[in-house]
């Protein structure tokens, strides 16, 4: 069964962005090896042990248009199979001859898991602020993305330096696609997207839009929104619709988030010009057009 389980997550993972950029900036800095691969193997593990935890959290029933692993097989298998998905990416990381990179891939995992924890303590907590919100999608997104590139960079023997500008390009692009990925939830469609939406509004998740919202509303409207939030009422679509700074705060959202992308795109400044370097920033620019078709 744990067999037939983890093919059948591997099989639904997505995108595969974490591998991409891990061989990317390989490519860009000479030539993509082995162990950008299994890099990029780890860190996707990683991944889909977290979505597969996520899913169980947010009682989400589908992720890519099927079935949760939690919705196939009930909490308690998916829980294990989370754990076995982690277990069997640290232990692949010990493969690696630098010590130094099995600790950074250990680091990652464990942000990965503090920024979750943090999330799922401060729902519905009206004390949560954007500082708090930015520095727990750079742990629960943005690391693994940062280790993507920031490791590479490190396999491909780039110095220093070079090293923490692309780690810096993939924290910037991680907590540019975890924007996106909030706006989506509000104003994105099931059917489109594939997955289930409006789990954080249901489950009291403060993300950019909602505290953009809280900041700009009206005091009436604010006392309404917080006595919601804090009675953890369920904070759904036509509430929020019929706040005319709704809107505004998706726009807010999305421009935040545009500038992060601008951003990182001159971390890649080291990397000179290749179709590596570019693909790297053609991401960027695919993704900012993702966002702008979140403005309503």
């Known amino acids: 069964m744990s067999r037939s389980a983890v093919s059948y997550i591997c099989n639904t993972s997505g995108k595969r962005i974490r591998p991409a950029l891990a061989i990317l900036v390989g490519g860009a800095a000479g030539g993509a090896t082995g162990d950008h691969v299994k890099l990029g193997v780890i860190l996707e593990l990683i991944h889909m042990a977290t979505l597969v935890h996520d899913d169980i ?3 989400a029933n589908t992720r890519r248009m099927v079935p949760t692993a ?3 097989w009930g909490n308690s298998l998916s829980v294990l199979l989370g754990d076995a998905l982690f277990s069997h990416a640290l232990t692949l990381a010990t493969d690696f001859d630098s010590i130094d990179i099995c600790r950074k891939v250990g680091n990652a995992a464990r942000e990965v898991c503090q920024g979750e924890i943090i999330q799922t303590q401060r729902r519905f907590d009206l004390t949560f602020t954007k500082a708090e919100y930015f520095r727990v999608i750079g742990m629960k997104t943005g690391a693994l993305f940062a280790a993507a590139t920031g490791l590479a960079a490190k396999l491909s023997g780039l110095d220093a330096e070079t090293e923490m500008m692309l780690y810096d390009y993939g924290m910037k692009l991680g907590t540019a696609y975890q924007i996106y990925d909030d706006c989506l939830d509000l104003v994105g469609s099931e059917e489109v997207v594939g997955k289930t939406l409006r789990t954080d509004l249901i489950k009291g ?3 950019l839009p909602i505290l953009n919202l809280l900041e700009t509303a009206s005091e009436a409207q604010r006392i309404k929104l917080n006595k919601r939030i804090l009675d953890q009422e369920p904070l759904d679509l036509p509430v929020l619709l019929g706040i005319a700074e709704y809107e505004g705060a998706i726009e807010s ?4 988030a545009l500038d992060l992308l601008a951003q990182s795109r ?15 920033s053609r991401i960027t620019l695919f993704l900012a057009g993702l966002l702008e078709k979140c403005r309503r």
């Open 57 to 59: 959290i947010d009682g």
């Open 253 to 256: 959202a999305v421009d935040t």
């Open 266 to 280: 001159g971390d890649l400044a080291p990397l000179g010009d290749s179709i590596h370097a570019d693909a790297l």
């Open 205 to 207: 998740k403060l993300t």
């Open 70 to 72: 939690n919705a196939k």
